[in-house]
């Protein structure tokens, strides 16, 4: 079935210095989404970032992603981290489902981003 | 809008007891979905429904877990005879249709504790 292997556990930074989260994925499908979710303290996890387009960059709030299907991978990067950047980050992939019943999310395991002044 | 509404925010439980966690998703949307959060584990898939019936329910460990979605406005994840490893953070999520591309919008969970 469908999986996804992310940069898991304790990533600690220094602000200032470059963030990278590894993220692959393995899928039967040609036309996989691929997902960055982060879950900040005491809120609800959100959608950072998505993209179904082989070697688009795809940006927001600083950090952007590729999908490149050639590597099956879709790494969150951003150039410098912020103190504001500390959270749970999850890489997931979207399903195909069956035709008409809609599909479900597979998630990695997290990685719990920690900036230092 | 509220967004997606669980309840309670945390519940503690005695080893076999039951618990029920709910879940009211984002008005119009058809499609929810509940995972378990731990830090080993990560988001895990339990269960979900499109338009009130089960799609698919892979995730769910089948002797003690079971889940309901009796009309559009909630959703009931039940574990029965709570264990210690039941111990988690279980969230729900909602989307519009329940599409390859579409976002989810997430609870803030359910945090359960079995002693």
């Known amino acids: 079935g469908d999986s996804v292997t992310q940069t898991e556990g304790l990533v600690t930074l220094t602000e200032g210095l470059p963030v990278m989260l590894n993220c692959t994925y393995q899928?039967?499908?040609?036309?996989?989404?691929l997902f960055w979710y982060v879950h900040y303290l005491n809120e609800s996890p959100r959608l950072l970032l998505k993209?179904?387009?082989?070697?688009k960059r795809t940006e927001h709030q600083g950090f952007h992603a590729t999908l490149h299907k050639s590597s099956s991978s879709f790494h969150l990067q951003k150039s410098s981290a912020q103190l504001s950047d500390s959270a749970l980050y999850y890489c997931?992939?979207?399903?195909?489902?069956?035709?008409?019943?809609?599909?479900?999310?597979?998630f990695g395991k997290g990685a719990k981003l920690t900036v230092s002044p | 809008n509220a967004g997606v509404i669980q309840t309670p925010r945390h519940k503690v439980t005695g080893k076999g007891q039951e618990a029920t966690l709910w879940c009211e998703p984002i008005s119009g949307h058809s499609a929810v979905f509940w995972y378990r959060q731990t830090i080993v584990q990560g988001l895990e898939f339990l269960t979900y429904f499109r338009n009130q019936a089960p799609i698919d329910d892979s995730g769910m460990p089948k002797e003690r877990f079971s889940a309901q979605m009796p009309n559009q406005s909630h959703s009931t994840l039940k574990i029965q005879s709570t264990q210690p490893q039941d111990s988690a953070v279980y969230l729900c999520?909602?989307?519009?249709?329940?599409?390859?591309?579409?976002?989810?919008?997430f609870g803030h969970g359910t945090k359960l504790s079995v002693l």
């Open positions: 999520a909602s989307s519009s249709w329940g599409q390859s591309n579409e976002r989810l919008f």
């Open positions: 993209s179904s387009t082989d070697n």
């Open positions: 899928t039967i499908y040609s036309n996989p989404f």
């Open positions: 997931a992939l979207s399903d195909r489902g069956q035709q008409g019943t809609g599909s479900k999310l597979s």
